[in-house]
C-alpha cells in the first residue's frame, strides 16, 4: 500500500510541476525554415529564391514560412493535404471550390 501511495504522489507531483507548453511562434517557424533552405542543393535554392520573387508579400523564405499560423493574412488561399504520390489535384477534388 506504501508503495502505491508513493507512486501516486510522485505520479501527482511530476504532473502538478509540469509547465505550461508554447508554441513556436513566427521565430521558431522562421529558424526551421532557414535550416530547411540551407539544406537545399543549388538549383532548388535558386527555385525557391525565385518563386519567393513573384510574391509581392514575402521578401525572403523564412518570411514566407509563417503565412499558415496566419491564415486571415492570405485568406484567398488554402490548401489541402494529399499523399505524396498524388501528381495532380483536380478542381472536383478541391473542397473550397463551389460546387455547381
Not at 514575402?58 to 499558415?68: A, R
Request: charged content about 20%; hydrophobic content about 40%; some cysteine.
Amino acid at each position: 500500500m506504501f508503495r502505491y501511495l508513493a507512486s501516486l504522489a510522485v505520479s501527482l507531483a511530476v504532473i502538478g510541476s509540469a509547465s505550461s507548453v508554447w508554441a513556436w511562434g513566427d521565430l521558431g517557424h522562421k529558424i526551421i525554415c532557414q535550416i530547411a533552405f540551407q539544406e537545399l542543393n543549388e538549383r532548388a535554392r535558386k527555385e525557391v529564391i525565385r518563386l519567393i520573387g513573384l510574391d509581392a508579400t514575402f521578401y525572403s523564405f523564412t518570411d514566407s514560412c509563417t503565412w499558415p499560423d496566419h491564415p486571415r493574412k492570405r485568406a484567398e488561399e488554402h490548401f489541402i493535404n494529399v499523399t505524396r504520390s498524388v501528381q495532380a489535384i483536380t478542381v472536383s477534388q478541391c473542397p473550397r471550390v463551389p460546387k455547381s
